[in-house]
């Protein structure tokens, strides 16, 4: 277990994690099932995760504290996700990754187990980029695992096929999404899974024809929604919070 010894997480940064848990659960990207955390705001090797339960319950008191290990901090015996090893694989793996979010989210699952590429098909998904990774667990787990990311080893494998993407898809499973903010993470992964299902339906339509945006249309898409991403965030979190009037 963990010593912690570093101050506390500012509790703007927690209350915004409540509001990601929501805001996913709202938007259908988590169900029972999902996760999200965040970078301590002072302490790069802590970060924060509520503790197991359906995301679209969390409050402040939920919000736990993890060291890199995936291990929680002090004597908090509370019941943490069992695969908690994504986010901390993760973040050690990625200094540069500050908000994970974990999904089952369904329009996904087909790229992850199709030959079938996830692409950006709009300006709203242009943080895709060419080439989305799936990865394996068999590469690493063997041909009998449950799927899930139970240990640091199977975190580290899937942070090592995440590189330096923003997405992953997790072949039978789900997917991970990374970002530098939560309101970057929760964006990404309302709209990764937008994108998946407006492809899903663009390849019948166009019987297996899709014009994709270029990687300069992407490049230049990117760099404008970053500039507009708080519109977005503003709106989910007072509905989510319950603040929409
Ligand atoms: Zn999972």
């Not at 995440?162 to 997917?175: E, I, K, S, Y």
């Not at 994709?212 to 519109?231: C, F, I, P």
Request: charged share 20%; hydrophobic share 45%; net charge negative.
């Amino acid at each position: 277990m963990a010593t912690s010894q570093h101050r506390p997480a500012d509790p703007a940064l927690i209350d915004d994690l409540v509001a990601a848990n929501r805001i996913l659960a709202r938007e259908g990207v988590v169900d029972g099932f999902g996760h999200v955390s965040v970078r301590h705001d002072s302490a790069a090797g802590v970060f924060l995760l509520a503790r197991s339960m359906a995301p679209g319950l969390v409050a402040v008191a939920d919000i736990m504290e993890f060291a890199l290990d995936g291990e929680p901090f002090g004597d908090d015996r509370r019941t943490a996700y069992v695969e908690r090893f994504i986010h901390s694989e993760i973040y050690r793996a990625l200094p540069e990754v500050h908000a994970v979010v974990h999904s089952h989210s369904p329009a996904l699952i087909p790229f992850g187990v199709t030959a079938a590429k996830l692409r950006p098909i709009y300006h709203m998904s242009s943080f895709l980029g060419r080439d989305v990774p799936v990865f394996e667990i068999r590469d690493t787990g063997g041909d009998a695992t449950d799927m899930l990311i139970r240990t640091p080893e199977l975190g580290a494998a899937l942070a090592r096929s995440l590189g330096d993407a923003t997405v992953a898809l997790m072949r039978g499973h789900g997917n991970v999404v990374v970002g530098r903010s939560l309101p970057e993470v929760v964006f990404r992964a309302i709209y990764t899974e937008a994108n998946a299902r407006l492809q899903s339906d663009a390849l019948r339509l166009g019987e297996g024809r899709i014009t994709y945006l270029s990687d300069g249309e992407a490049a230049a898409s990117m760099t404008t929604n970053a500039g507009v991403l708080t519109r977005a965030w503003e709106l989910w979190r007072a509905a989510a919070l319950g603040k929409s009037g």
